[in-house]
């Protein structure tokens, strides 16, 4: 689902797992492309392959890497020289993975709760690596570990721990807009 907006600024947002339900109509996927597209940025949220109408199936992060990178190369052959990526939980997890195969990809990265207690994270650095946010409540992604593989993956990333927050910030909904909104406006 592709927001144009003018200028030279364009998000991808990749969503939960596929096997889980997760689709980009995923209420925290919506709300990270709400939050672009109020700071003035193209967003593109799109389905990882079998999912929804998509074609393929499920590859276990492997094809979805391949997915994340259409989507990239189709807002490049759109001139957009300044691309965010931005991943929700299993999204995050394929945005770290892809850019362990491209490290300089040059796309700043937003990871949201991202599931280190769930999948398979390793230390391997992410020098695009702007920001990664989570909940102290998330029971897949616990706020220790991830701040274990921050210092691997770009000790200059910001890390925000949203109190209250369980993996689905239920009930933390404004709380996840300011912490992106603040996120996605520094340079």
């Known amino acids: 689902c592709l927001a144009r907006l003018p200028g030279e600024r364009a998000a991808v947002i990749a969503h939960p797992h596929p096997l889980m339900g997760g689709d980009m109509e995923n209420g925290v996927v919506?709300?990270?492309?709400?939050?672009?597209?109020?700071?003035?940025?193209?967003?593109?949220?799109?389905?990882?392959?079998?999912?929804?109408?998509?074609?393929?199936?499920?590859?276990?992060?492997?094809?979805e890497q391949n997915d994340l990178q259409a989507a990239i190369d189709y807002l490049q052959s759109h001139a957009f020289p300044s691309i965010?990526?931005?991943?929700?939980?299993?999204?995050?997890?394929?945005?770290?993975?892809?850019?362990?195969?491209?490290?300089?990809?040059?796309?700043?990265?937003?990871l949201v709760a991202p599931p280190v207690d769930f999948l398979e994270f390793d230390h391997t650095p992410i020098p695009a690596l702007h920001a990664v946010i989570s909940g102290a409540r998330d029971e897949f992604a616990g706020v220790a570990r991830i701040e274990s593989f921050l210092k691997g993956w770009n000790p200059m990333a910001v890390?925000?721990?949203?109190?209250?927050?369980?993996?689905?910030?239920?009930?933390?909904?404004?709380?996840?807009?300011?912490?992106?909104?603040?996120?996605?406006?520094?340079s």
Do not use: C, M
């Open 159 to 186: 890390s925000h721990t949203i109190t209250a927050a369980d993996h689905f910030f239920t009930r933390q909904g404004q709380n996840l807009r300011e912490t992106l909104a603040a996120v996605i406006s520094v």
């Open 84 to 110: 965010d990526l931005a991943g929700y939980s299993f999204g995050a997890w394929v945005i770290a993975r892809w850019a362990r195969k491209n490290p300089s990809g040059g796309h700043r990265i937003i």
């Open 30 to 63: 919506r709300l990270i492309a709400e939050i672009y597209r109020q700071a003035g940025w193209t967003t593109l949220r799109f389905n990882f392959r079998g999912t929804g109408r998509s074609e393929g199936r499920f590859d276990d992060g492997r094809g």
